[in-house]
């Protein structure tokens, strides 16, 4: 099936060939899947512009995007390298399988080698990427993505926010070399919920500013436009007076350990004297480097189960930033609305009070007034320690005085027999 894209004003008519078991687009023969793939993991601007197929615009992508989202490829019968619906047209269910379909997978540098029985040699980073990628990826929903964004713009773009405090009196937050741009949203909104504004990026993988991370950021979009790439480590940290390097591994280091709680008091001292300080997290697949490391002041473990220590980026940051906030004075338990006040620590009473002595004293003679009556105090010489156990567990409820005022009604119903069960024992 050839799908023809007919620009609106005069643009070349475009048209999906899918010829030599792949579908593609243009004088390039770009796949699909690369039109999918640019346009997705940048903006779609970006993404155009780096492509430049001649005719491809805004308004002629969408019948490409559809073309993918819509699945058209099984009726044709043609599939782009890297889709997952290749892996699966192809029988291949576990990574053996994957390894054994290809000639040999070269790992890293190249000093590992994967050989299998296939014709196509494939690179991965490492092998822990290799368990992760190699049966593709769902570009139909990618490309269900882009459309949206095509259509409507930006998830939650409308979103505006602001930094809680000024420049400086919050601890900055570095990210070395990150490697996804999904990982520096998660960060910014972790960094958002916690009200620390200044995130710094080392060298990014997928470069910077990057659209893909203001969606993954969930409206932290002051955060993202505030977020700065720098092209060193020394750089990123040249303007600031102390550093703490988040680690998992233990090192070989003369530097100070602390745990998060530790390291944020450390840094609200400094920061009350005028100091600059920072935070800074490592990549995704292995952390910081020793020698990174060792341009920190301190180090920062957090405590976790010694056998499965390893945390993502964005909750390293998160826990990180929970410490911080909760000794920030401004802080609120859960969200605060126009019409709910900031929560606190501490027995919810809304719009109630807490009861006063007097009206606790008030019930406490009501209900022994009434057990008096009914002879519940027998003997009668241990009328004084009943009743002293009972003024013990009423005053423990710390009743409110709506409760107070509950309790005896119950008493006084109980006491008068009213309602059907009394009727029923007179």
Avoid at 159 to 173: C, D, F, H, K, L
Avoid at 356 to 375: C, D, P, V, Y
Avoid at 391 to 399: E, Y
Avoid at 407 to 415: D, F, H
């Amino acid at each position: 099936m050839n799908v023809e894209t007919d620009g609106a004003q005069g643009e070349t008519a475009l048209a999906i060939r899918v010829g030599g078991g792949e579908p593609m687009l243009g004088p390039q023969d770009t796949r699909v899947s690369e039109i999918v793939h640019a346009c997705h993991s940048a903006s779609i601007d970006q993404g155009l512009e780096k492509l430049a197929i001649p005719g491809l615009t805004r308004d002629t992508l969408e019948p490409v995007l559809q073309y993918c989202a819509s699945l058209k490829c099984v009726s044709d019968e043609v599939t782009c390298p890297g889709c997952k619906r290749r892996t699966e047209v192809q029988g291949i269910e576990t990574l053996d399988q994957f390894i054994l379909s290809k000639k040999e997978v070269i790992v890293g540098d190249g000093r590992v080698r994967l050989r299998g029985e296939g014709t196509e040699t494939v690179t991965t980073p490492c092998l822990e990427t290799l368990a992760k990628q190699w049966s593709g990826e769902n570009y139909w929903f990618w490309a269900r993505r882009v459309i949206r964004k095509l259509r409507h713009g930006l998830r939650r773009a409308h979103m505006r926010g602001e930094p809680v405090a000024g420049e400086g009196e919050t601890p900055s937050i570095i990210l070395m070399e990150p490697q996804l741009a999904d990982n520096i949203g998660m960060v910014a909104r972790a960094c958002a919920n916690f009200g620390l504004d200044d995130l710094r990026l080392v060298s990014p993988r997928d470069g910077w500013p990057n659209e893909k991370a203001r969606i993954a950021a969930s409206g932290a979009n002051y955060i993202i436009d505030d977020a700065r790439a720098f092209g060193t480590l020394e750089d990123s940290i040249g303007d600031l007076n102390w550093v703490a390097a988040t680690t998992a591994r233990q090192r070989d280091l003369r530097k100070p350990v602390l745990t998060p709680e530790q390291a944020i008091a450390e840094i609200r001292v400094r920061i009350s004297r005028g100091e600059r300080c920072g935070v800074l997290f490592g990549r995704e697949r292995n952390g910081l480097e020793t020698s990174e490391v060792a341009q920190a002041d301190a180090l920062i473990m957090i405590p976790v189960n010694s056998r499965f220590a390893s945390l993502n980026l964005a909750q390293a940051v998160l826990l990180t930033g929970y410490e911080w906030m909760r000794g920030d004075s401004g802080r609120s338990l859960g969200r605060v609305t126009t019409y709910e006040k900031p929560l606190s620590e501490g027995l919810y009473l809304g719009r109630d009070r807490p009861a006063t002595k007097e009206e606790l004293i008030g019930l406490f003679e009501h209900l022994e007034r009434e057990l008096e009556q009914k002879g519940f105090f027998n003997p009668a010489h241990r009328k004084a320690v009943v009743s002293q156990n009972l003024r013990t567990l009423l005053t423990r409820m710390n009743a409110t005085e709506q409760e107070v005022r509950t309790l005896r009604g119950i008493v006084a119903t109980l006491a008068q027999g009213k309602g059907k069960g009394g009727k029923g024992r007179e």
